[in-house]
């Protein structure tokens, strides 16, 4: 498995301090954040899932606990939208250049608005997708959120 990925040259372009750690990525799993977690030995609050969505027809990417449902309406509302819809996956796929089960908030082909669920900042660190799966970024929920120049609000339903 490649160590370097768009999201790694994006976080060290940025100077953000984070560690790599890897997994068997398990593709039948039913929830890849949930199989990531326990891979790890992590609390799922911890491991974070990233989510491609529409708000209005308009792409945003939500970043929520790997064990948590997104509220659509909180993220519409979020982005001052009306209506929230998960992307379909080979729309995600063409447009952050990652396959599903690693689609990384770093380094996306196209820079899209971010919203993250605000409880992540209490955790002291947090895992986020690498740009590949099995790969996961440990970083500071602060960091992820300056370099994303993400909102953070309630987003767990």
């Known amino acids: 498995m490649s160590q370097s990925t768009r999201a ?3 976080l060290e372009a940025a100077g953000v301090a984070f560690t790599l750690h890897t997994y068997d990525y398990d593709a039948s799993a039913e929830r890849i954040g949930l199989q990531a977690a326990d891979a790890l030995g992590e609390d799922p609050a911890r491991i ?14 939500a ?15 979020a982005f001052v939208g009306r ?8 729309d995600a796929e063409r447009l ?13 082909m196209r820079k899209v608005p971010v919203a993250m669920e605000e ?6 660190h947090v895992f986020i997708n690498g740009g590949q799966r099995g790969l996961q970024i440990r970083m500071n929920p602060q960091d992820a959120v300056t370099v994303l120049d993400a909102l953070t609000i309630p987003l767990v339903a």
Do not use: N, R
Request: charged content about 20%; glycine content about 8%.
């Open 83 to 90: 209506k929230a819809k998960m992307m379909p996956p080979a």
């Open 119 to 124: 409880t992540a900042l209490a955790e002291p």
């Open 48 to 61: 974070l899932k990233t989510l491609m969505a529409l708000v209005d027809g308009e792409p945003v990417i």
């Open 8 to 10: 790694t040259k994006a």
């Open 96 to 108: 952050t250049g990652y396959k599903v089960g690693g689609i990384s908030p770093f380094g996306q």
């Open 63 to 77: 970043i929520l606990p790997s064990d948590a449902q997104v509220a659509m309406k909180k993220l519409a509302a």
